[in-house]
């Protein structure tokens, strides 16, 4: 079955400062691998995925996600953080191949952006 | 397509009464599922639709919970009896089942009961 780690529950940064925020992942095949954000009171909105090919993601509002293998990681990041980019973060996996498309999601990281 | 569309956005009941929430998948979309969000839990998934059929109910906490999809533009998602540990944001998202496909979400129900 797959899995996936959030490092971190909470994370903050100053405005204009890199965010990172770490995913691990589970996974018995060849996974997919998505980034999705949740603003307060909405639902969820995919912000890039990995499927295959390029490692290197890019996805909305300046973020980007690199897929190593070797590390079972796919952390999410964006160069300089804006105040609008307060919000929760979810990484999410399905499995490649077969007729199982569900995602399984991590925990979340709340990302707090400071002036 | 204006998205997944879910109702209630909000809905407060008494613990012990019936709550059904309700969701319409993006047309053309084959899989459907129903996931409960809470601080303690994260996102869950209860049960999973594909062409209408449920594939995999095993999230769904116990025999108080039903889901059905009557059509391929209709999903429910019942409690009942409610208890006041049911409250929770439950969403409902969908997608087409294709190769790395992601699910759409839609706003969410925030259930509160009482």
């Known amino acids: 079955a797959q899995s996936v780690t959030q490092l971190g529950s909470h994370v903050s940064v100053s405005e204009g400062a890199l965010v990172l925020l770490r995913c691990n992942y589970s996974s018995s095949v060849p996974p997919y691998l998505f980034w999705y954000v949740q603003y307060p009171n909405q639902g969820l909105q995919l912000l890039l995925k990995?499927?295959?090919?390029?490692?290197l993601v890019k996805g909305i509002n300046g973020f980007e996600a690199e897929f190593k293998k070797s590390e079972t990681s796919f952390h999410l990041t964006k160069p300089s953080a804006h105040m609008s980019d307060a919000a929760e973060y979810f990484c999410a996996v399905s499995k490649s191949g077969g007729s199982n498309y569900k995602l399984t999601f991590g925990k979340g990281t709340l990302l707090t952006v400071n002036p | 397509d204006a998205g997944v569309i879910q109702s209630p956005r909000h809905e407060v009941t008494e613990m012990g009464q019936e709550v059904t929430l309700r969701c319409k998948p993006i047309s053309g979309h084959d899989y459907l599922f129903w996931y409960r969000q809470t601080m303690m839990r994260g996102l869950e998934l209860l049960i999973y639709f594909n062409n209408n059929v449920p594939i995999d109910d095993s999230g769904m906490p116990e025999d108080r919970f039903s889901a059905k999809m009557p059509n391929a533009s209709f999903s429910t998602l019942k409690i009942q009896p409610s208890e006041p540990r049911d409250s929770a944001v439950y969403f409902c998202?969908?997608?087409?089942?294709?190769?790395?496909?992601?699910?759409?979400f839609g706003q969410g129900t925030r259930l509160t009961v009482v």
């Open positions: 990995y499927t295959t090919g390029a490692t």
């Open positions: 998202a969908s997608n087409w089942g294709g190769v790395g496909t992601e699910a759409f």
